[in-house]
C-alpha cells in the first residue's frame, strides 16, 4: 500500500477512483484466495473480472502477481492500535481485541491459512508474506513486553518468544474453542485471557 | 473407526485387506480435502478413484460422505499419549509434544482449517467434526488440569478453559512463529512451552 501516496502526488484529481480500484482489487484477491486451494491457481485476469477492472489498472499498481497477493495479505492485517503507554496490561488487552477480532473473521482465517500452506511450493513467496503481515506485529508485541520488564511489570527473566506466542495463540485458540458457535463470545474475553497470562508473566 | 472391531467380528479373515481398504478410504480423503477449497466439493466418486477401491466398498463402510469425513477428521487426530500420572509437569509435556507434531504437518493443518472454515455453509458437519476431534482432546486436559487443582500442583482458582487455549495455542503458535522455517525448531520446545505457562498456572 505504500505507492498510494505516490499516486496522490502524481494525479491527485484522479486518487479517490484509483484508491476505490486499489480496495475492490484487494478484496477480489482475497475473496479468490478464500475460493482456492492454493495461491498458485490465482491469476491476474481473475482478479480483474472478479475486481471489474481491466488488467492493465492491475498492472498500473502491481507490476506482478507476488507483489499483489503479499500486499493483499498485509491489507487483512489492521495495524494493532495506538497503545496508550499507560499500563502494561491496558496495552495488551488492546492488541489482544484485535486478535480476537481476526480470529472471529472466517475469510481472514481461512486466507492466512492458504497462504501459510505454501510454505513447500512458494517458499519465497511465503516469506515475504510473513514478513509482511506477522513480522510487524511480532515487532510490536516484542518492543510492548521490553517495555513491561524495563518498567517491572513483567518478571525480567520472561521468555519473550513465549510469550508472544502464548499472547496471540491463546487468543485464538479461545475463540476456536467455541467452535461454530462464536457468536456466544461473551464480553470481556480479551480481558480475561490477559490477565490470565499477565498471572504467569508478572513479577512474584 | 468404531467400526474396525465389529469388521473384524464379522469376517475375521477379511479384515486385513478390510483394514487396508480403510486406510487408503482415510487417506484419500485427507488427501483431497487438503487439495479442495471446502468440504462440499468432495464426491464418493473421487475418494475412491483416489483410494483405488470400488464405491461400494465405501459404502459397505460409512453409510454417507458425512460420515467418512467425520472419521476421516478425527484420524488426523492421534489419541493423546496415556499419560504417566507422576507429575502434572511431565503429563502437559507430554501433551504438548503431540500437539507440536501436529502443528509442524501441513496437511493436518490444512485439512483441519479447511473444515473448520466450513461453519456457515455446513455447520451440522462442523460441529460433528468438533466433536470427533477438538471436543475428546479438550476433556482430557480439563480432567488433566482439575487433577493438577486436587494435588495442589496448579492454584485452585485457576481459569481451566483459558489454560486450555493456553496450552494448545501457545505451542501451535510458537510453530507458526517459526514461518517457513519450521525445521529449525530447537528440541526441549514443549518442555520451554510448558514452563513458561506453568509459571502462571502454579500456587504462588
Redesign the interface.
Known amino acids: 500500500m505504500t505507492t498510494t501516496d505516490e499516486t496522490q502526488a502524481a494525479r491527485p484529481a484522479g486518487r479517490p477512483r484509483s484508491a476505490r480500484a486499489e480496495k475492490a482489487i484487494i478484496e477480489a484477491t482475497l475473496d479468490l484466495i ?4 492454493g495461491l498458485g491457481e490465482l491469476s491476474i485476469e481473475a482478479i480483474a473480472a472478479r475486481a471489474g477492472v481491466g488488467k492493465t489498472t492491475i498492472y498500473r499498481r502491481w507490476s506482478n502477481k507476488e507483489d499483489l497477493l503479499v500486499d493483499a495479505l498485509a491489507a487483512l492485517k489492521a495495524p494493532l492500535p495506538a497503545l496508550a503507554g499507560r499500563s502494561l496490561r491496558e496495552d495488551l488487552v488492546a492488541c489482544a481485541e484485535v486478535f480476537l477480532q481476526e480470529a472471529r473473521n ?1 475469510r481472514s ?2 486466507v492466512m ?2 497462504a ?2 505454501e ?2 511450493r512458494h ?1 519465497r513467496l ?2 515475504r508474506i ?1 514478513q509482511a503481515t ?1 513480522a510487524p506485529r ?1 515487532a510490536v508485541l516484542t518492543a510492548l513486553l521490553q517495555r513491561g520488564i524495563a518498567t517491572g511489570e513483567l518478571r525480567a527473566d520472561l ?1 519473550v ?6 499472547l ?7 475463540v ?2 467455541f ?2 458457535d ?1 457468536e456466544d463470545l461473551p464480553e470481556g474475553t480479551a480481558e ?2 490477559i490477565d ?6 508478572s513479577p ?1
Open positions: 478464500s475460493e482456492s486451494s472466517a482465517r481461512c491459512n492458504i501459510m500452506n510454505t513447500e517458499p511465503v516469506q510473513h506477522i511480532r521468555d518468544p513465549v510469550s508472544i506466542a502464548s496471540i495463540g491463546t487468543v485464538v485458540w479461545y476456536r474453542g467452535g461454530p462464536q480475561r485471557v490470565h497470562l499477565l498471572v504467569g508473566m512474584r
